[in-house]
T-cell receptor
């Protein structure tokens, strides 16, 4: 059983397109996150949801919109994709925000051409 | 601003040698501390964490780390490196609370030479 799953694993698209990445966790956790890992492997948090409510929103362009239909799912929709959006996006979840271990998904490698 | 510094973006050791990966944080308030490992084309996996209590923390795969408040450090060690330890290692901190986030260091790529 995969604890945190993401689809798709690879996403190649043209500039200007809109795309979504889906994330699901079966751990019963209350908090979910999206991270972006750039080409230098630097990881930065983008968003966090606790029980379907947005609790962290870093300085991310408005083109990025997370949606949490229930506490087991946190999807990421990206409008008008730009070259600089190319990165690996990781979803994660934890039981208690901030203190507990975060469990990471396998990542989605987004390439914008 | 709170930050995490990992000294050495690349570390190379021989198989069987000691592994030492350095991590320092900047904060007057002791944080929760984590070490994660990332194998190629995979997500991050927790190696160990420090929240409270004993300052020497043992993790998976023979790794351990010691929280030293006076040095604001949380260095990761392993007595004897294996080839399978080759990966990217990330130190991370958080300060608790619902709105506090995990702040990652820039990572250290560990190479293990035969």
């Amino acid at each position: 059983d995969t604890a945190v799953s993401q689809t798709p694993k690879y996403l190649v698209t043209q500039m200007g397109n809109d795309k979504s990445i889906k994330c699901e966790q079966n751990l019963g956790h209350d908090t979910m996150y999206w991270y972006k890992q750039d080409s230098k492997k630097f990881l930065k948090i983008m968003f966090s949801y606790n029980n379907k409510e947005l609790i962290i929103n870093e300085t991310v362009p408005n083109r990025f919109s997370p949606k949490s239909p229930d506490k087991a799912h946190l999807n990421l929709h990206i409008n008008s994709l730009e070259l600089g959006d190319s990165a690996v996006y990781f979803c994660a979840s934890s039981q208690v925000a901030g203190r507990d271990e975060q469990f990471f998904g396998p990542g989605t490698r987004l390439t914008v051409l | 601003a709170q930050s995490v510094t990992q000294l050495g973006s690349h570390v190379s050791v021989s198989e069987g040698a000691l592994v030492l990966l350095r991590c320092n944080y900047s904060s007057s308030v002791p944080p929760y501390l984590f070490w994660y490992v990332q194998y190629p084309n995979q997500g991050l996996q927790l190696l160990l964490k420090y929240t409270t209590g004993a300052t020497l923390v043992k993790g998976i795969n023979g790794f351990e780390a010691e929280f030293k408040k006076s040095e604001t450090s949380f260095h990761l060690t392993k007595p004897s490196a294996h080839m399978s330890d080759a990966a990217e290692y990330f130190c991370a901190v958080s300060y608790g609370g619902a709105t506090n986030k995990l702040i990652f260091g820039t990572g250290t790529l560990l190479a293990v030479q035969p």
